[in-house]
């Protein structure tokens, strides 16, 4: 049994990151610098290509000065690619 990628959620995930990023006024060097993670790191995520640590999440939302859920607050799909 091979790794499991779930790109169609790892897409809605950062589209929602971006979405209360900018609605924070941050830019992503911004949010980047803010949370110690590199601009390369927070821009893969929020395309959907990076599959982020629970820990980056925390301080993501930590950052961000809101409940870690509110990240996850979008439609899941069960669909996982192969």
Do not use: C, W
């Not at 897409?11 to 209360?20: P, W, Y």
């Not at 990076?50 to 996850?72: A, C, D, G, P, R």
């Amino acid at each position: 049994m091979g790794y499991k990628k779930d790109t169609p959620n790892l897409v809605r995930f950062g589209a929602r990151l971006k979405e209360i990023r900018l609605s924070k006024g941050y830019s992503q060097e911004g949010l980047a610098d803010h949370s110690g993670i590199s601009y390369s790191q927070l821009n893969n995520i929020e395309k959907g290509k990076l599959n982020t640590s629970l820990t980056t999440v925390f301080i993501l939302s930590k950052t961000l000065q809101m409940h870690v859920k509110e990240l996850f607050e979008f439609d899941f799909r069960d669909e996982i690619e192969e």
